[in-house]
C-alpha cells in the first residue's frame, strides 16, 4: 500500500476533504434551503431549473439525500429542517402520480425513505410506499422486466431532446412500454425496501425478477453494458437493444456502467443471490480497468473515439459508491482492491474538477448528461447527482453516511 492511512485510503486526503464539505455544505444549504437545485449558473442554484422545470425530474431527491447525508454526519438541525421541506414539495409528485416513471426510485429513497430511515416519520414510510406501489405496478409480467420511460419520452426523442435512440428500434410500433433500462437497478432498491418493511415479499419478487432480465440482457460478456432494451410488451420477447446516452449501440456509456456496478451489488445486499454480486463483480472489473489507463478519470462513453475527449465526473462518484459497496461484501483481499480503486477516481475527479469555494454553489464540475449533446449546454457541467455521490462516497469512507438504497 503506498498511501498512508486506514486500509488503502489516503487519510490527509479523506480528511481535507470531509472538513470543506463541511464548510461548502453548510453555506449551499443556508443559501438553497428548500429550493431543488440541478446544475448553477454563473455559480449559483435556481429552483427547479431543470428540463421543463418539473417537481417530478429524476434528480429531484439528490439534494435532499444531500440534506440527509449531512444531517447523519453532523446532527445540524439545518440539514434536517430543509430536507423535511423538500420532501413536502414532492408531495406533488404523488399527486399528480400519471407522470411519475420508474425513476419513482431515486426521487423517494433519497427523501421520503431516508427521512423514514433516520426519523422513523410515518408520514415519509407512506410516501416511500405510494411511491413503490407505483414502481411495482410498471412491472410487466410476461416481459418480466420494470417499464422504464413514459411515452412523453417518447416526444422528447422524436424532437432530438431525449436520448440518442435510433428511431425505427422506438420500437416496432410499442412506444416506451416495452423499454428497460440499466438505470433501473438504482430505483428497485425502493421495492426491496418496501418489502422490508411491509413484511409483503411482492416487491422483492418485482425487483428480483427485473435485476435477473437486467443482467440477462443488459450486461454483456465482458462486463460492459447496454444502456437499453427494448421488449414486445405483449409476447416478451426481445426486440432491440439500441444505443441510448452513450456514443452509439454496443458502445459503453460511462454512466450506465456505474448504475450496473452499484445497481447489482445492491441487489446481492438485498436478496444474497451470488449472480448478483459475481455480476456487480465483472462489470466493476470493466470499470476498473477501463479507468486505470486514463488516470482514473471517467470518461463519457469508454468506447467512444478518443477524440473529442469528454469527461463525465458523475459516472466516476457513483462507480466509487458502487465499489465502495461491493467491498462491503467480499473478503479482504478484494475489500482492498475496491476501496483503493474509488479512492483514487475520488481523488483524480477532485484534483481535477472540484470547486471548494463556499461561496460558489456545486462542488464537482465536469458532469456530462449524454454523449451527443447538440448545444454543449449538458457537457461537462455541474450535476447535482455528482455532487451526492461524492457526499455519499467520502461520508461511507469516514464512517458517517446514511444507508439510503
Ligand atoms: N438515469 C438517467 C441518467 O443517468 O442520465
Known amino acids: 500500500m503506498g498511501e498512508k492511512g486506514r486500509c488503502c485510503v489516503d487519510q490527509e486526503w479523506l480528511d481535507g476533504v470531509y472538513e470543506k464539505l463541511l464548510v461548502k455544505m453548510k453555506a449551499e444549504c443556508e443559501r438553497v434551503g428548500t429550493m431543488i437545485p440541478y446544475t448553477p449558473r454563473e455559480g449559483k442554484y435556481h429552483d427547479l431549473d431543470v428540463f421543463g422545470g418539473s417537481i417530478g425530474f429524476w ?20 440539514y434536517k429542517k430543509a430536507a423535511e421541506g423538500v420532501e413536502e414539495r414532492m408531495d406533488a409528485i404523488l399527486h399528480g402520480f400519471e407522470g411519475v416513471d420508474h425513476d419513482a426510485g431515486f426521487l ?14 410515518n408520514d415519509s414510510r407512506r410516501r416511500g410506499l405510494f411511491a413503490a406501489n407505483l414502481l411495482a405496478g410498471r412491472y410487466n409480467p ?29 420500437f416496432a410500433g410499442n412506444g416506451m412500454s416495452g423499454g428497460m433500462i440499466i438505470d433501473c437497478m438504482m430505483n428497485i432498491p425502493l421495492l426491496y425496501w418496501a418489502s422490508s418493511v411491509t413484511g409483503d415479499p411482492r416487491f422483492a419478487h418485482i425487483a428480483f425478477s427485473h435485476a435477473k432480465t437486467a443482467q440477462q440482457y443488459i450486461v454483456r460478456e465482458d462486463g460492459s453494458c447496454n444502456h437499453i432494451v427494448f421488449f414486445n410488451p405483449q409476447t416478451g420477447e ?73 469527461y463525465d465526473s458523475t459516472a466516476g462518484m457513483i462507480t466509487a459508491c458502487g465499489l465502495l459497496e461491493l ?14 480503486a474509488a479512492f483514487r477516481i475520488l481523488r483524480a475527479c477532485d484534483a481535477r474538477f472540484a470547486n471548494w469555494d463556499p461561496k460558489v454553489d456545486s462542488i464537482m464540475d465536469g458532469g456530462t448528461f449524454f454523449y451527443h449533446d447538440p448545444t454543449g449546454e449538458n457537457t461537462e457541467v455541474p450535476i447535482i447527482y455528482a455532487d451526492y455521490y461524492l457526499i455519499e462516497a467520502v461520508l461511507r469512507l ?8
Not at 447523519?72 to 438541525?77: F, I, K, L, M, S
Not at 423517494?108 to 416519520?121: C, E, H, I, P, Q
Open 327 to 340: 467491498a462491503e461484501h467480499v473478503g479482504e483481499h478484494e475489500k482492498k482492491l475496491y476501496t483503493k
Open 142 to 170: 410476461v416481459g418480466k422486466f420494470i417499464r422504464a420511460w413514459n411515452d412523453g419520452m417518447l416526444d422528447a426523442v422524436k424532437k432530438d431532446e431525449g436520448p440518442e435512440i435510433e428511431k425505427e428500434s422506438v
Open 59 to 78: 434528480t429531484n431527491g439528490f439534494w435532499p439525500g444531500m440534506l440527509w447525508q449531512m444531517y447523519e454526519a453532523t446532527g445540524d438541525e439545518a
Open 238 to 310: 426481445f426486440v432491440d437493444n439500441p444505443g441510448g446516452q452513450g456514443f452509439q449501440k454496443g458502445s459503453s456509456w460511462s454512466r450506465g456502467q456505474s448504475w450496473a456496478v452499484y445497481g447489482f451489488a445492491l441487489s446481492y445486499r438485498h436478496t444474497k443471490d451470488e449472480s448478483f454480486l459475481n455480476t456487480a463483480k465483472k462489470c466493476a472489473h470493466y470499470c476498473i480497468s477501463n479507468l486505470a489507463v486514463a488516470d482514473w478519470l471517467p470518461l463519457v462513453d469508454y468506447r467512444a473515439p478518443e477524440e473529442p475527449l469528454k
Open 108 to 121: 423517494f429513497l433519497l427523501s421520503a425513505v431516508a427521512d423514514y430511515r433516520k426519523t422513523g416519520n
Open 398 to 405: 469516514k464512517g458517517k453516511a446514511l444507508f439510503t438504497w
